[in-house]
């Protein structure tokens, strides 16, 4: 089944940077865009930045020119670097593919911006 482990969150300064990592099992990994969420409490799971199999990566507007995805087919991981964070910044990011697949979601990693 598919499995989808993040890491790299945490609590960090307004206009710090983060790097997290996402690590894909029981899928073809280099056949799907891959993507990350963020979700915060009382609010749906909302499309942060996606990659698609041609590498070509998509950011919502809040975030651009901020954070970059990446991704490695070899290792089936696929990563966001977050800079200049701000507070609304602030949520639990999941990966997953896009379109995500529905009952497959990770843990997700939390990452807080505040000073």
């Given at each position: ?9 945490g ?20 056949s ?20 698609t ?30 800079s ?32």
């Open positions: 089944q598919v499995q989808l482990v993040e890491s790299g969150g609590l960090v300064q307004p206009g710090g940077s983060l790097r997290l990592s996402c690590t894909a099992s029981g899928i073809i990994f280099r799907n865009t891959m993507a990350w969420y963020r979700q915060t409490p009382g609010k749906q799971r909302d499309l942060v930045a996606s990659i199999t041609a590498f070509r990566p998509g950011y919502a507007e809040p975030v651009k020119g901020r954070f970059t995805i990446s991704r490695d087919n070899a290792r089936n991981t696929v990563d966001l670097q977050m200049s964070l701000k507070p609304e910044d602030t949520g639990v990011y999941y990966c997953n593919a896009w379109p995500a697949f529905s009952g497959s979601w990770g843990q997700g990693t939390q990452v807080t911006v505040s000073s």
